[in-house]
């Protein structure tokens, strides 16, 4: 679960963890008790447009320095990262 | 200057008619900061130029400019919330030196509204945890008590407004966050209904369990913050139009129900006849009580700690340590991200990031949050019945007093969680909620206060207001 979380976790911390979760997820199993027979499959609420017209887009750029500068690491308006594909 | 008393609607008063200006207003709160705030540890950090903004008010007052409804009032806002040029660090290392690059909608409301902002306060780290202790920055403390918590994750929020170290603050509350620890520092929160104020610029917990609301010496002062922050905003698609039903109670007619079968497990029995005096308390100004029946708030708390990790490790997704916030190198890509993201959440935040992963993934999923969900719709069901037949609930807001500092941390975090099992539920429904002081439990020769939540239909925080103004004595 970890790794599917995406966080390196050392093995004592993984060992408190499991405790943890294990007393948290009995707990919450609580829900299985409930007598959900009359609740439909999906609940769907009154749904309504959202969505603005596509139209005055800002000036390119306006904001990536500020952007920018909260980011690690960048290298000529790009941020960079480590090469995904190994040769 | 003295602030003990003190109210927005006062101060504004006060201002209008030349008492005091709002630089002599902001100065004494600045004052109290530096006497308290190293013990509070209430605000991670202070706008040093809040004193020129508050004498452009000033200035503007003399020219007897129209001015907003705020102006001059000095605010503390919660480290979650967007405020442009500032740090913001939602009291995580992994945000340490991060910069606003724009401010959160009801940021810029209270701005536009005049407020003066005097920093960002502390919290539990991304807003998970009922005690402010799960700050990155160091726990927070009660202002009634300094042994003990002031509540959370609003945490410093209420411990500013409560030690006078603001006139307002906001926070956001996901399953307690504005109301626990207000009832905890003996002040007002409200939760509004899901969405009337707009959460652009507040870091996500939790979507579908996220509220913004403010922090406040009185029913009045909240309704004056609401009332700034409320409405529509094309940046939020949640976000819906308050009614606009203020002023149409009649109080005549108002009903309150009180629920038979809330749960006692791990509630103090004070907390239980603090609301009976309560209940006393509202049929003696008038209002008629029901009982009502409310059977599927005891899932509330097992749903809530399926349903908010979900959703929290869905939006703790981003933080990766590429375009912004703490990196920490790895042996490759995926490297970088694990190890960023170890380095840079807490404990709490890590236990939630991977329970939530867990009830998410295939095979458990329609067990856990599935479930949850269908669960959600019962507690949604049970209150719209309820309010067929009232016009409001009431029920405590905690189930104990403060607690000290260190004694709910070190043991299970299920200790923590239960905290929850009176708030949690307006989370799920959506439904507006406001805790109010209601008395006080005598521990260690220390007043601690309790509060009363009072909870109406959606989009009716005028009931709220009503009440609990008529509660607290107000005007």
Known sequence: MADLARIDMPDNELEELRGQLDDILGYVSEVQKADVSNVPATIVPELRNVFREDAEPHRGGAFTEAILSNAPSTENGFLKVKKIIEK | ?475
């Open chain 2, 1 to 475: 200057m003295n602030l003990k008393g003190l109210t927005i609607k006062k101060a504004m008063e006060s201002m209008t008619s030349g008492e005091f200006t709002s630089e002599e207003l902001t100065q004494a709160y600045l004052a109290n900061i530096k006497e308290r705030n190293g013990e509070l540890n209430a605000y991670l950090s202070i706008f040093e130029d809040a004193l020129e903004e508050a004498k452009k008010v000033d200035q503007m007052r003399a020219k007897g400019k129209k001015l907003g409804p705020l102006a001059g009032i000095p605010m503390a806002i919660k480290d979650a919330f967007m405020v442009k040029g500032r740090e913001v660090r939602a009291a995580s290392k992994v945000l340490q030196g991060h910069i606003a690059t724009y401010d959160a909608t009801a940021v810029r409301k209270l701005r536009e509204a005049g407020a003066i902002l005097l920093g960002m306060t502390n919290m539990d780290e991304f807003a998970m945890g009922a005690s402010s202790e799960n700050s990155a920055y160091g726990p927070v403390r009660n202002p009634v008590d300094t042994l003990r918590v002031p509540g959370g994750s609003s945490g410093g929020s209420a411990a500013a407004v409560a030690g006078g170290l603001a006139l307002g603050a906001i926070g956001s509350d996901t399953g307690c966050s504005v109301r626990l620890p207000a009832s905890f520092c003996g002040v007002v929160g409200l939760k509004p209904t899901y969405g009337a104020i707009s959460r652009h610029g507040l870091i996500a917990m939790a979507s579908s369990l996220d509220h913004v609301g403010p922090i406040t010496n009185t029913v009045g002062d909240a309704e004056i913050l609401f009332d700034v922050m409320k409405g529509i905003d094309p940046l939020d698609s949640t976000s819906v139009e308050s009614s606009g039903e203020a002023g149409k109670v009649d109080n005549g007619e108002i009903i309150i129900g009180v629920p038979m079968d809330l749960p006692t497990d791990g509630v103090d029995p004070r907390v239980l006849a603090n609301l009976k005096e309560s209940v006393v308390r509202l049929e003696k100004l008038g209002y008629k009580t029901k009982e009502i029946s409310l059977p599927n708030i005891r899932y509330a708390i097992p749903s809530y700690y399926i349903i908010c990790p979900a959703e929290v490790s869905a939006n703790m997704a981003r933080f990766d340590g590429m375009r912004y916030g703490l990196h920490v190198d790895g042996d490759n890509l995926l490297g970088d991200y694990k190890r960023s993201r170890y380095a840079g959440f807490g404990k709490e935040v890590r236990r939630r990031i991977i329970l939530g992963t867990y009830v998410l993934s295939a095979g458990y999923y329609d067990a856990y949050y599935y479930q949850a969900t269908r669960v959600r719709e019962l507690i949604r069901q049970d209150f719209a019945r309820a309010f067929e037949s009232v016009n409001a609930i009431v029920m405590p807001t905690t189930p104990g007093p403060a607690f000290k500092i260190g004694t709910k941390s070190k043991r299970s975090p299920l200790e923590m969680y239960v905290e929850d099992i009176f708030t949690a539920p307006t989370n799920h429904t959506g439904s507006p909620a406001i805790s109010v002081p209601s008395g006080f439990v005598e521990e260690e020769g220390k007043q601690l206060p309790l509060g009363l939540q009072i909870i109406a239909p959606h989009l009716r925080e005028d009931v709220l207001f009503s009440i609990g103004k008529r509660f607290l004595g107000e005007e």
